[in-house]
């Protein structure tokens, strides 16, 4: 008898919503304060910071955990190397195609907006592996980590990194973790590797060894079940001080910068509980979004930024209000990145194993 998996919906749902989630923040980029590739000819420090902020704060952590959750499942059903291979398959080509094909628009896009060339793609292509992609604004072009594609290439090191770990097997889960995690995440921020996404490498390092070894458990469930109530309660006071504090005077070198990080770390651990506790209580069931959702969720997270830096370039300098702008944007983004999604991609092959689809016949299956 063959044996049966239960599918974690919350799971589906999270990665679904987060996926949305991290569409509007890029839009959201397009008119805050922050540096991003295209902005607009007018930013703004209100309402729109207060979002980019808070969604800033949980969206990337929560992707890197839910991926550590999945793992566990993964690992039930794979052996070695087809745990490898399917890395591989899923992340590894999916990176490949956006650094060479989907990346080098973005980056001459941004050169244009900054004044950095003044030619056609044609002529700017070859100029994309003339040094290494730093930063914004910077002098190099070859972005091997696919700009927002990054999360790709982070995600198949850590899955390849931590294998031997996962073989050691999973301990007994106790709610001592509930105030364990935030502290390494705290001690995280003494060790500086990376920043990307606004975290550096090791606090995500730490959030997907967490998925796999205690988030995944059931025991972890129970114990926020009991303990929700501290945690929305953290989570709306942190979020309110990180917050307030960033857009009133944010410390960069001091002994405050440390209590900032201490806050801020603080406002993501409890916010992730949060998004846990309500998609097990409230998103435990599939429908036919979530079927398509669960499938459109990497191709559209994989195409949406090209989409939004190409309509933001052109739009950028209109005498628009920014809420005009940004509803645009919105709107137009999505629906160009859906079009795209389900006429093309899905239909063709070829795309469906460029965007890390599974191949038709196999779609219907979990």
Known sequence: MQKTFHRQYDLDWIRVIATIGVFLYHCSMFVNPFPWHVKNNVTEAGAVLVFSLFVGAWIMPVFFAVSGINITYTLKKRTFTQYVKERLKRLGIPL???????????????????????DSYFSFYPHFFEGVYLDFGGTGNFAFFGLHLWYLLVLLIFSLLAFPLFKIGKRNVQRIHFVLLPLILFATGFIHTQQLGGWDLIFYFVLFLYGYFFLSNSAFKQGLQATIKLHIGIALITSIVYITW?????????????????????????????????????LTDSNRFLTYGREASLPFYILHQPIILTIGYFIRNFEWGIPTKLIFL???????????????IRQVPALRFLFGMKRIHLRSGD
């Open 96 to 118: 490949l195609f956006g650094v060479f094909i989907l990346t080098p628009p973005q980056i001459y896009l941004e050169r244009l907006a900054n004044n950095q060339f003044h």
């Open 246 to 282: 960033f857009m009133i005077d944010y410390p960069h070198h001091s002994a405050l910068a440390i209590l900032f990080f201490a806050v801020k770390t603080l406002n993501c651990w409890s916010l992730l509980l949060c998004i846990f506790y309500l998609a097990d209580k409230y």
């Open 330 to 344: 919105i709107t137009v983004s999505f629906v160009v990145i859906m079009l795209c999604y389900h006429f093309v």
